[in-house]
């Protein structure tokens, strides 16, 4: 043993000229090694790796080496910030601290001054710079950490080169970027963006933000499909948080990205970023713009079974939506130990969309046509429609295990207006009259502002403890205004004009402690409280509206890792989903002569309950049982009015689901290929009422995705991406959804400094049904999907090793302003 000790530990095996491969095989018998000659221990030596600006290096190796016998005795690496904990070592021992691209340090350790010396290691860059360094590492795989994934290694993917964290994203496993917008874990709903443990804002806002970020910049994805206390309880469909590389090197560095979509009309749209490194200053901006294009068409039929009339509706919609925003991000280094960050953002919406409609009245089953509407709706944003917002943050590193301190204080202000032109004429024969000339204007404003405090206690490398504290106020001013034509204005209907103001708080705590028993087993446990408190008040009926909550939301996450080859995982959370502002103003927004919309300021928060089961074979394949259980759901309903179509929020019940995952991937042919499979299976059984209407029904479902990653030449950097999507029929609350399909398909082109995706999605999927029927009303819509095509350019300016500095904002107040 002492011999390959020796050996491995020769100063040649670990000499700078040796690819990052031979590095990390080296690493890996090292511990092996040291496996085989160690027992555990319940002390830690902890310090820091720092370059000559002072500045944490990453993935530092350190290794503790018995000066007599050349023993390995301890070994650890450096993490983000340059932080490594290493198991304690009496002395007299040698430390070795290598970094490719650093001069190598031998440290002899001979008394406890050594070992507080030891506690700041600096080391010195090569003079030679390396050319043409060949790297060969493991491609990107994921691996089960407790209550999340990870996938590693971002940057050995040849799909990385080049492209943004958007582009690299569609490659992954168990991530479904959908075509239409949104990006989901496992098949839930769109999840929650995070960028360096943060949230970047809207779905909308984060997708724009992933299409301007260089994948080879990205130090690991953390995939959290059940959230922990630590998060916000209305955190319902997991969170996907994207961690970039922390670069000691300083410099500039712009990626730009341009994309044009062609569908029925073109939708160009294009990210800029720029981030720059200093001594103590690091600096983030991007600006971002798009004007989507889209056309709708889709066709609607509504029966009223008690009195026997039909309605046949055909929408034809252009809709062309201008976004344009920005912010800047400044983080300032006080020192090691504390750090200042501030970022103000700004950005506007300009929103046309044209409507068409024709409505046909009869009698069901009867081609004999009673009366006919035909509707012209112009929609149309007034001026800019604005938001701003602020972020203060200060972060303190209160010891030399890694614990810290960390507070912010947010601020967000949004309004949107809209003008809403509308006239119903009815046609008979040649002639055509006017019915209804009206003008809808709903104006909505609002503020959000609050903080939060969080603060983790790493007693050693195996226990840690995190508290944290939060409050958050809002005020949502709705103000709506319904005017009938007049001549050449429009004057105000009394009875349905109104204003709505709506204010919230809401107060959190929460504790979670985690720890690793064995190199077997590791939990972590947690508690969250909130409590919620709103009132509203509508102007024209003096009605008003109170709510007061107080919940508790347990969580806890167990992974068990009985071999390399196997790992068990068990994760339980509590959420609860409370209605967006947007979802409580009770107004009535006509949408045709036979429909309207309605929103309910009464609607009841949902809590819920997950319980996730993982099982992890040889990392290809992964088994999934998701148990939920939910109680107070609510969604949007059609449902009759008399003789006319409402489209309402309201609660109808509670839902007991169980959903199956298998998930495969494999890489053959010497990895020229790569694919995965997932195939789903989910039992419904939902028990509730609406509107005096049972909603009581059991569901199966199944469905599957397929990815396949081709490389049509390794030598020009060539590959082709495809992807399949197919979901069989199943019940929803509201309606029933038929079955579908969808294929995408991207040729990519890799370059030194840049990447050319072109693209084709909804191939497969022209139409999307949906239906219901109760004893008294049946309904159907359909609607037109086109076939889209996509390109996608990006590149890459200035310095290649810029640090990046993560956009902060709080999840809380982004969710509750959709």
């Known amino acids: 043993m002492n011999i390959i000790t020796k050996f491995l530990l020769n100063p040649l095996i670990i000499h700078k000229k040796h690819t990052v491969f031979d590095r990390k095989l080296w690493f890996f018998l090292v511990n092996i090694c040291l496996f085989c000659n160690l027992s555990a221990q319940n002390l830690s030596q902890t310090g820091n790796v720092l370059d000559k600006n002072g500045k944490g290096i990453p993935d530092v190796y350190l290794v ?128 929650n963006i995070h960028i360096n443990g943060r949230s970047i804002g809207s779905n909308q806002m984060a997708e724009q ?26 955190i319902r469909n997991g969170i996907i ?42 600096l983030t901006a991007s600006i971002t713009s798009s004007y989507n294009q889209l056309r709708q068409e889709s066709g609607h039929s509504y029966d009223y079974l008690l009195t026997g009339l039909a309605t046949l509706s055909d929408f034809r919609e252009r809709t ?113 009259v006017i019915k209804d000339d009206f003008l809808q204007q709903p104006s909505i404003a609002t503020m959000v502002y609050g903080g939060r405090a969080e603060y983790e206690h790493n007693f050693n490398s ?39 103001v709506y204010k919230d708080y809401t107060l959190a705590g929460y504790i979670n402690y985690q720890r690793i028993w064995s190199e077997k087993l590791e939990t972590k446990v947690g508690l969250r409280t909130e409590k919620y408190h709103a009132t509203g008040s509508q102007k024209t009926t003096s009605e008003t509206i109170k709510r007061n909550e107080f919940d508790i939301f347990p969580s806890l996450s167990v992974l068990y890792t009985p071999s390399d080859n196997h790992e068990l995982s068990l994760d339980f959370t509590s959420s609860i989903m409370r209605p967006y502002y947007g979802q409580l103003n009770p107004f009535i927004t006509y949408t045709s002569p036979s429909t309207y919309t309605q929103n309910n300021p009464n609607l009841k928060s949902s809590k819920g309950y997950e319980l996730m089961l993982g099982y992890t ?56 290929w790569s694919f995965s499979l997932e195939a789903t299976l989910s039992y419904v059984s939902t028990r509730g009422a609406v509107n005096n209407r049972k909603i009581d029904f059991n569901d199966l479902s199944y469905g599957a995705t397929f990815k396949s990653n081709l490389v049509l030449s390794k030598k020009y950097n060539w590959y082709l991406d495809l992807k399949y999507q197919y979901s069989s029929k199943r019940r929803a609350a509201a309606f029933n959804i038929d079955t579908t399909h969808d294929l995408e398909i991207y040729i990519l082109k890799q370059f030194r400094r840049a990447s050319l995706s072109v693209g084709v999605y909804n191939i497969l999927k022209p139409n999307l049904t949906v239906a219901n029927k109760f004893s008294d009303y049946s309904f159907s819509s359909t609607n037109k999907r086109n076939i889209t095509g996509v390109v996608t350019f990006s590149y890459t300016f200035g310095n290649q090793r810029t640090r990046r500095v993560e956009k902060r904002q709080n999840n809380n107040i982004e969710k509750r302003m959709q």
């Open 64 to 191: 503790a080496i018995d000066t007599e016998t050349s023993e390995v005795l301890a070994t650890a690496i450096s993490d983000a910030d340059g932080k490594y904990i290493l198991p304690a070592v009496t002395p007299p021992f040698t430390l070795n601290v290598t970094h490719i691209g650093y001069t190598s340090v031998n440290i002899p350790v001979n008394n406890e001054s050594d070992i507080e010396a030891i506690r700041t290691i600096r080391m010195q860059i090569i003079v030679e710079q390396l050319q043409e360094v060949v790297v060969t590492a493991d491609a990107p795989r994921i691996e089960r950490k407790v209550g999340k994934f990870v996938i590693r290694n971002i940057s050995a993917s040849p799909y990385a080169t080049g492209s943004s964290t958007y582009n690299f994203l569609r490659f992954m496993p168990m991530i479904d970027i959908k075509s239409e917008g949104g990006i989901s874990i496992l098949g839930k709903s769109d999840a």
């Open 209 to 234: 933000m992933l299409k301007g970020i260089p994948a080879d910049e990205i130090a690991l994805i953390e995939i959290i499909p059940v959230t922990g206390s630590s998060h916000s309880a209305e």
């Open 241 to 282: 948080n994207v961690v970039l590389k922390k670069k000691p090197e300083e410099g500039l560095r712009i990626f730009a990205t341009l994309e044009d979509k062609q569908g029925y009309y073109n939708s160009p749209s294009g990210a800029i970023f720029m981030n720059y490194a200093g001594k103590r200053v690091d």
């Open 320 to 432: 062309r939506t201008l976004t344009t925003g920005g912010y800047v991000n400044l983080n300032y280094t006080i020192n090691n130990r504390h750090k200042l960050g501030a970022q103000i953002s700004l950005g506007g919406m300009d929103y046309r969309q044209n409507s068409t409609s024709t409505s046909t009245y009869a009698r069901i089953n009867s081609d004999i046509i009673d009366s006919l509407y035909t509707a012209d709706v112009i929609t149309k944003s007034p001026g800019a429609n604005l938001t701003w917002g602020t972020n203060l943050n200060y972060f303190f590193k209160t010891d030399d295990k890694g614990s810290y301190m960390n507070i912010d204080l947010d601020f967000k202000d949004n309004t949107n207006k809209r003008n809403i032109y509308s006239t119903y004429r009815k046609d008979f024969e040649s002639s055509s």
């Open 462 to 500: 195996d226990n840690k403890l995190q508290i944290g504290f939060s409050g958050y106020s809002g005020k949502v001013d709705n103000d709506y205004f319904y005017g009938i034509r007049s001549e050449n204005d429009y004057s105000s209907d009394v009875g349905r004009s109104n204003q709505f």
């Open 617 to 672: 074979l040889f990392d290809d394949y992964m088994l999934t049982i998701d148990y939920l259980y939910d109680k107070d759901l609510w969604t949007d309903f059609v449902l009759p009015v008399g003789d006319v179509t409402r489209t309402y929020t309201d609660n109808y019940g509670s839902s007991h689901a169980l959903d199956v995952s298998l998930l495969i991937s494999q890489s053959l042919f010497k990895k020229y």
